[in-house]
């Protein structure tokens, strides 16, 4: 099915980890570094931007400042799914630190510094 740029993007589940006795070789398989984070899925279409959790909730009040760099960077069209993740004073990921911005968004204490590690389909 062909889509146009004004058509709706649905939303894609993401693949989860899985345990296995030993990674799978050869051609067509690609590795990505496991973030400690949330997962998240942003798309922008004619109706707007969405900023999504793994379990299809809005991120967009939680992560405000994601959202809005998403709104200046996505071009219209587009999804990423990727991970939300938070750094410490001290440059380093820490998840106790973006669990706070989802648990207590609106509080001065939870403001954090958030980052999407992602991969763009267009």
């Known amino acids: 099915m062909t889509r146009t740029i ?3 993007i649905p939303f894609a589940p993401p693949m989860e980890c899985l345990p296995v006795a030993s990674l799978p070789d050869g051609h067509g398989w690609a590795y990505e570094l ?17 900023l999504q959790s793994r ?4 991120f967009s ?3 405000p400042q ?8 996505l071009p219209m069209g587009t999804a ?3 991970e939300l993740v938070a750094f410490d004073e001290s440059g380093h990921l820490n998840f106790t630190t973006i669990q706070r911005r989802v648990h ?6 939870a403001d954090s510094t958030a980052a999407i590690s992602s991969s763009v389909k267009s």
């Open 6 to 8: 004004d058509s709706e």
């Open 34 to 50: 496991k973030l400690d984070g949330y997962r998240a899925q942003a798309t922008r279409t004619n109706s707007g931007l969405r």
């Open 55 to 58: 379990n299809e909730k809005d």
């Open 61 to 63: 009040r939680k992560f």
């Open 66 to 73: 994601v959202f809005a760099s998403l709104a200046e960077a």
């Open 80 to 82: 990423v799914d990727g």
């Open 104 to 109: 207590y968004h609106d509080s001065v204490n």
